[in-house]
């Protein structure tokens, strides 16, 4: 066997080396740039370590490849290749990130370390890779086999390098979330919270019964609030921006060309070509153009009018068309007629032809967004748009956010670069979106800036006032529930006073603390301290942002601790995880800030 595989360790090489650039960390640039126009090839930086557009760009495209090879029937989607970008860009930051952070808490990872690890834990593309099993397990003898042959040298510098930096990373993690500690009783607390239950009734004060008059908030109490809670008040960098969408609409032209694409199908299909093999050629229908457009049976009204009634007319084994509906225009081949419960039903299949604007179309209007974006260098934005036949539109003013959501534009993350990395009246790119959902050109321009700043008393008097508002109902909510307490003993008194008083007792019934309760809703605060009650015993009045509350404990069970031994394992790694997942994702978010992420992908794509 290890005579067979020297023998074909150059095909293995070949094997692992394209293994290992599919699933590579991303830690290494590609190579330079070509110069597109005035940009400098930087996508972006990580403190003052550049990515260069072509590493970027090459490890999405590997990215886009090997998801291809995974399943090579999927469509990959707009959507799925943002996606990848997106996943590659935050690979690189954090992976540029750990580097900026080994370096500046002085954290080595030796040649021996390095060595263990590729010597003992191989990556799972070597584990599962052929060559290296036996009886379908991974054979440790045939892998340092391969260690040892002199051929695997370059290679294994490859793998060494993505050893020293995940291990470095790793142990930059490890600092991080050292902190982390769950202690015993939070582990037996989380253990009780899914076995103890209680049921108890309550009488609630809800603060919509509290009516309070805004004009009953002075300017001074509003005034005093503002002072003691500014730090509520700072309001982030906003800008606005103004724009032109030049809508990318399908002419007349295009839709006759897709009509004619449909009556060539229909006369190929009439002349006895497999209807199947037709709908594979020519149907973009993606639900059913692999399955040859077969569309199963159907009763009438389950598909859109105009189809509907044309199947329904069609003879079995008869090939109908062209029919046009909101979709497109559709061939049609009934199979099968039968009678049921529900009425007739028919099988067919058909090809469908979306209506879609021409490559042509798409190519004038994005040619007449460049004109205007040259017209503006030397006439200006609001100059060049009436010339062009454009409405110049803004936006309202907008905080950066990472999903990229621009008012009345939606999501576009390369615009919000642009707004929030570039300076006043600067002009943008042509961006591809959609625009109130049509097909658009979009050339932006910076119309004004608001800074950084504490939001100002005249801005924010009406939030406030309903805070106020909101805090005195529940103070006189909570008011009203300790006077119905004063006046209750025990539980007989509980209920005969709530009745004279016309107050609704509601009964929980039996709950987890964490399920929602009837008259308390879900406040596991509350239910923790009705469990601290006897059965029988009556809380003090108790509140949160709904109400507040008087109740009796009716029974409570005792926690069923005999599972708690097999289980508290899995529940310490659980919390532990959670929150050292929690404790590293503040720390990414305050050391993006720290070393400063700059993100010029804007520069580089209309929509990523």
């Known amino acids: 066997m290890m005579t067979q595989m020297r023998e074909n360790m150059p095909l293995i090489m070949w094997i692992l080396v394209g293994a290992f650039l599919a699933t590579i960390v991303f830690s290494w640039g590609m190579g330079g740039f070509k110069n597109k126009g005035q940009l400098d090839g930087v996508v972006g930086k990580v403190g003052n370590k550049e990515i260069l557009y072509d590493q970027y760009n090459r490890l999405v495209q590997d990215r886009v490849a090997s998801e291809r090879k995974q399943d090579d029937k999927k469509q990959l989607t707009d959507a799925d290749i943002r996606k990848i970008r997106q996943e590659v860009w935050d690979e690189l930051v954090r992976n540029d990130l750990m580097a900026e952070f080994q370096t500046k808490w002085g954290i080595v990872t030796s040649d021996a370390e390095v060595a263990y690890a590729v010597q003992n834990n191989p990556p799972s593309w070597i584990r599962e890779n052929e060559n290296f099993l036996k009886d379908g397990q991974f054979d440790p003898s045939k892998y340092h086999e391969f260690l040892k042959d002199p051929r695997s040298a370059q290679l294994l510098v490859m793998i060494e390098k993505e050893y020293r930096s995940s291990i470095g990373n790793q142990k930059v993690i490890d600092r991080i979330i050292a902190p982390v500690f769950v202690s015993p009783t939070e582990v037996q607390d989380e253990y009780q919270a899914t076995t103890q239950k209680l049921n108890a009734a309550v009488v609630s004060f809800p603060v919509k019964n509290f009516p309070v008059d805004s004009g009953s908030v002075s300017a001074a109490e509003i005034q005093d609030y503002y002072s003691k809670h500014k730090a509520d008040y700072e309001r982030p960098e906003k800008r606005q921006l103004s724009y032109v969408a030049i809508p990318i609409v399908a002419t007349r032209e295009d839709s006759s060309r897709i009509v004619e694409t449909a009556q060539e199908a229909l006369q190929r299909a ?18 059913s153009a692999t399955q040859g457009g077969d569309l199963g049976y159907f009763t009438r009204g389950r598909m859109v009018k105009e189809f509907d009634s044309t199947a329904f007319v069609t003879d079995t084994g008869k090939v109908a068309g062209p029919v046009t509906t909101r979709f497109g225009v559709h061939i049609i081949k009934v199979f099968d007629r039968k009678h049921g419960a529900d009425g007739d039903s028919v099988k067919a299949s058909h090809i469908l032809l979306k209506w879609k604007v021409s490559p042509e179309t ?27 036949g454009l409405q110049v539109k803004e936006t309202e003013f907008f905080q950066k956010n990472p999903s990229g959501n621009i008012p009345g534009i939606g999501s576009l993350l390369p615009a919000m670069d642009f707004a929030f990395g570039s300076k006043i009246n600067a002009v943008s790119h042509v961006f591809k979106t959609k625009v109130r959902n049509e097909d658009s050109y979009v050339v932006f321009q910076i119309k004004a800036i608001q800074p950084k700043g504490v939001a100002l008393l005249t801005d924010v008097q009406s939030q406030i006032r309903g805070i106020l508002v909101k805090d005195k109902q529940e103070a006189a909510a909570l008011e009203a529930a300790k006077k119905f307490r004063s006046r209750v003993t025990d539980p007989q008194t509980f209920l005969s006073v709530a009745s004279r008083e016309s107050l609704k007792v509601d009964t929980t019934g039996e709950h987890l603390r964490r399920d929602y309760m009837r008259g308390l809703g879900s406040d596991e605060t509350i239910a923790k301290t009705l469990l601290t009650l006897n059965p029988g015993q009556l809380s003090d009045a108790l509140a949160n942002s709904r109400g507040a509350y008087v109740a009796v404990l009716i029974s409570k069970t005792s926690p069923d601790m005999s599972g708690f031994d097999s289980q508290k394992g899995d529940i310490l790694n659980k919390l532990r995880q959670n929150r050292q997942n929690s404790v590293y994702a503040d720390w990414l978010a305050q050391a993006e800030k720290q070393v400063k992420v700059d993100d010029k992908r804007y520069l580089y794509y209309t929509d990523y």
């Open 362 to 388: 798409d190519e004038r209007a994005s040619q007449k967004a460049k004109d205007f974006s040259d017209a503006i260098k030397s006439d200006g934005f609001a100059t060049s748009a009436p010339r062009f």
């Open 270 to 287: 009439k002349a006895g070509e497999d209807f199947a093999s037709l709908a594979k050629e020519y149907s973009e229908d993606e639900g």
